[in-house]
């Protein structure tokens, strides 16, 4: 199966300051996904994306569904300690979940 | 809230055993799917199970089998560990549809 390309591989920021990380595909993709794991636990969904153009917030989280249905792009605004762990992208283009494909995930450190 | 339950949260076992995985969800989902996670290679789909004592094969099958005899509960089954198995397992269940999958907390299994 194919894989998701998520940039950047791993981020080093300091708390207070904005992120920025994205996932591209060869493929198109009907729905867009971000998961987050905290250490140690499972991913949870952060926002789902249905539609080409969608930007969808949730708290400091902003995510947009690329109008070329190829990409798409995950914000944090004012990154907080809470905000560590592992950031991954997921597309589906069955309607079903059962074919998600994962990005390879972006690990996020925040300094104080 | 949905909960996914991952018997085992790590466990080392030798090359060649016989190694049970196993996962429930409370949440009378249809869909239960086994992934499993290795740095760099974000999650890969193993097998996945519509309905009870169904399954279907996902990317990432060889080496593996699953038994789904009841609905709320999906094994994985490693018939004859190899060190190649060693790796973070995680398990997720979804109402079915587009609905996003919930995950577990994971298993860490170490084959020596």
């Known amino acids: 199966g194919q894989q998701l390309n998520q940039s950047p591989q791993s981020m080093f920021i300091q708390e207070g300051e904005d992120v920025s990380m994205n996932c591209t595909s060869s493929?198109?993709?009907?729905?867009w996904l971000w998961y987050k794991q905290d250490p140690g636990e499972g991913p949870v969904l952060l926002i789902a994306?249905?539609?080409?153009?969608e930007l969808t917030s949730n708290g400091r989280l902003t995510a947009q569904f690329g109008i070329t249905r190829k990409d798409s792009f995950l914000n944090i605004s004012a990154s907080i300690p809470s905000d560590v762990g592992i950031y991954f992208c997921?597309?589906?283009?069955?309607?079903?979940?059962?074919?998600?494909?994962f990005g390879t995930g972006t690990r996020l450190q925040v300094t104080l | 809230d949905v909960k996914v339950t991952q018997s085992s949260r790590y466990l080392v076992k030798r090359t060649g055993e016989k190694v049970f995985l196993e996962c429930v969800q409370d949440?009378?989902?249809?869909?239960m799917f086994w992934y499993r996670q290795d740095p760099g290679l974000g999650l890969r789909l193993i097998y996945f199970?519509?309905?009870?004592?169904?399954?279907e094969k996902g990317d990432i099958p060889e080496g593996y089998s699953v038994s789904r005899e009841k609905k709320e509960r999906f094994s994985l089954i490693l018939e004859s560990a190899s060190t190649n198995q060693t790796s973070m397992y995680l398990c997720?269940?979804?109402?079915?549809?587009?609905?996003?999958?919930?995950f577990g907390n994971g298993t860490r299994l170490t084959v020596t």
């Open positions: 997921a597309g589906d283009n069955t309607g079903t979940a059962s074919k998600l494909t």
């Open positions: 199970s519509y309905d009870v004592k169904m399954k």
């Open positions: 997720a269940s979804s109402p079915g549809g587009a609905s996003p999958l919930h």
């Open positions: 493929s198109i993709f009907n729905t």
């Open positions: 949440m009378d989902h249809e869909n």
């Open positions: 994306l249905y539609k080409a153009g």
